[in-house]
């Protein structure tokens, strides 16, 4: 019967032992373990291993590091772990070629299930990293559409929004830009009609939500 | 036997929130402690500690050995908090934590034996 070698990098002790322990006593499964990504490199010059479970704090540059360099060194599949997984951070490790993402306080059963379901094509994720998962594609895909509505305006029209959304008057704002009310009454107009909003107000309440969510969302490139 | 003593092994009460502590520590105690695991968090775990008595406790997580810490204290019971986080360990002596070197399987195997020993908990 094949093993299927799985390689647990975690700079913690005891999770290592946890993992080899509980792969132990499975018998399709053999164990190496890391401590941190030199060794990680190390043993991959040996034999590539089927899948690797890598802590993201993986000394000394992080796990989403290590990750991208078994993608491209290794036909490993990887399986991302950590304790309190972010949205941003998740999203890295996928990036970074993760099939899966685990939390470590999985039950062994769970662990074991997760591994063999790697092994069978699946990818692991816990429900609620799913749900992560399923909440970043729904902001990448808003961000997407306020970028297209805001790319629908001129850089002037952009400056004149900024000014509304900062609750700027016309007479302001036409100060400020050194150009007339009238002008600014126009760009205002266009704006509305671009943005399909009915008032000032809603122009500028897209434009406060638009930048506080362009902001919050790291770069999904 | 006629005039042969048993002694149980001496118990060790893992509270747990991350169950791959349990595998290791297990692991690391075996041959010297019976290890009996429960999951942390589930309420009264003072009364679970006063039913069973264990000659050490193990626990992972922070509130945890905070509600344990005056039980322990007042029993004598060593009680051992593995800082998963901070990749440390923390031991209960003479009523205060003490910071003992990293979270290996051996450093916490050795922390709870001796403190067993230490107080007279493991049978010879």
Redesign the interface.
């Known amino acids: 019967m094949t093993r299927t070698r799985v390689l647990v990098a975690d700079p913690l002790g005891i999770f290592r032992a946890g993992v080899y322990n509980l792969l132990s006593r499975e018998s399709d499964f053999a164990v190496v373990e890391a401590v941190d990504f030199d060794r990680v490199q190390s043993l991959v010059e040996t034999q590539c291993p089927d899948i690797a479970l890598i802590d993201l704090d993986l000394p000394p540059g992080g796990g989403v590091a290590a990750l991208q360099w078994l993608h491209e060194h290794c036909n490993t599949r990887t399986i991302a772990w950590s304790f309190d997984p972010a949205q941003d951070v998740v999203l890295a490790a996928v990036r970074a070629g993760a099939s899966g993402y685990l939390r470590k306080d999985i039950s062994p059963d769970g662990l074991v299930r997760a591994l063999r379901g790697l092994v069978a094509g699946q990818a692991p994720l816990s429900h609620d990293i799913a749900t992560l998962m399923i909440d970043a594609i729904h902001q990448h895909r808003d961000r997407e559409r306020t970028e297209d509505r805001l790319s629908a305006l001129s850089s002037r029209e952009c400056e004149v929004l900024e000014q509304v959304a900062g609750g700027a008057l016309n007479r302001q704002i036409a100060s400020e830009l050194t150009i007339s009310e009238f002008t600014v009454k126009r760009h205002i107009q266009n704006i509305l009609g671009k943005l399909g909003v009915r008032s000032r107000r809603e122009a500028a309440e897209f434009y406060r939500a638009a930048m506080s969510q362009l902001a919050s969302i790291g770069d999904p490139s | 036997m006629k005039g042969t003593i048993r002694r149980r092994s001496p118990l060790v009460a893992v509270l747990y929130?991350?169950?791959?502590?349990?595998?290791?520590?297990?692991?690391?105690l075996d041959g010297i402690a019976d290890v009996r695991a429960f999951p942390a968090k589930r309420m009264d775990s003072l009364g679970l500690l006063s039913s069973i008595q264990p000659d050490a406790v193990v626990v992972d997580d922070p509130i945890e050995a905070a509600e344990v810490r005056s039980w322990a204290n007042s029993q004598d019971t060593p009680l051992v908090h593995?800082c998963?986080?901070q990749?440390t360990i923390k031991v209960l002596r003479n009523g205060d934590w003490e910071e003992s070197a990293?979270?290996?399987?051996?450093s916490?195997r050795n922390v709870v034996a001796g403190s067993m020993y230490a107080r007279g908990g493991v049978p010879s």
């Open positions: 929130t991350v169950p791959l502590v349990c595998e290791a520590i297990t692991s690391a593995i998963l986080r990749r990293g979270a290996s399987v051996e916490i």
